[in-house]
């Protein structure tokens, strides 16, 4: 009975490894690059505050490789505004960051 207990404790511990082997993680796939220009574009309408029928234009341009529209006036005022919501500015370093934003 011992060398049966033995015996069956033994195959298991051999057997333990064996199994583990068989669940390996999956390999991270590398991203094409069309996925890298996606993502990319994604950033860039993002940090430009495009949203609507222009981000859908910009998206389209800017995945064909194309350069896209520059941006009117109106939309750097809108895009440089949300930033410096976005990062609490107030008074002089609003003002600031507003004239450089809107200069570029």
Known sequence: MRQL???????????????AQDKKAPEKKEMTEQQKRMGDCNKQAADKGVKGDDR???MSACLKGEQAAPMTQQEKM????KQAGD????????????????SG
């Open 87 to 102: 990062k609490g500015m107030k008074g002089d370093d609003r003002k600031k960051f507003m004239s450089t934003c809107l």
């Open 78 to 81: 809108t895009a440089c505004n």
């Open 56 to 58: 859908s234009k910009f």
């Open 5 to 19: 207990i033995a015996t069956v404790f033994a195959a298991a511990l051999v057997a333990g490894p064996a199994f």
